[in-house]
């Protein structure tokens, strides 16, 4: 799949209603190309996804642990203008503080999200994550 179907099918997800637990987080970088295989093997040795603890609150899971604290909020993507579920990180896990995630559901339990660098709106990658049943 390329970026530009990837994209589409962002823009026509929706925003995730409270989501909770553990979910397995898959990145995608350079869709399409033969480095996106390798690069997603790399990915998945470093970050494995995120757990949503409740009240706003997730942490990033990397090398099998709970860190990188974020706080969830709704408002606009920087995509398109519609609305995401953000991930903020600002005040709270010092290296991931200049990251933004925008995370939209698009099928049952399945979440398409963005990554940004905050300062220029400069986006890094797509990732999806696959919610607790």
């Known amino acids: 799949m390329r970026r530009e179907e990837i994209v589409e099918i962002f823009k026509q997800g929706t925003i995730p209603q409270s989501p909770e637990g553990y979910s397995?987080?898959?990145?995608?970088?350079?869709?399409?190309?033969?480095r996106a295989l390798i690069l997603k093997g790399i990915a998945r040795m470093l970050w494995q996804g995120k757990a949503f603890l409740g009240e706003g609150?997730?942490?990033?899971?990397?090398?099998?642990?709970n860190i990188f604290k974020g706080r969830t909020y709704t408002e606009a993507s920087w995509l398109d203008g519609k609305p995401a579920l953000i991930i903020d990180y600002a005040g709270m896990s010092g290296p991931f503080e200049p990251f933004r995630d925008e995370l939209r559901e698009i099928g049952p339990g399945l979440i398409l999200g963005r990554f940004y660098f905050?300062?220029?709106r400069k986006y890094i990658c797509?990732?999806?994550?696959e919610l607790p049943k």
Do not use: M, S
């Open 126 to 129: 797509h990732f999806t994550l």
């Open 57 to 65: 609150i997730i942490r990033n899971r990397w090398f099998g642990f």
């Open 118 to 120: 905050k300062e220029d």
């Open 24 to 34: 397995r987080g898959t990145a995608i970088f350079y869709p399409g190309t033969k």
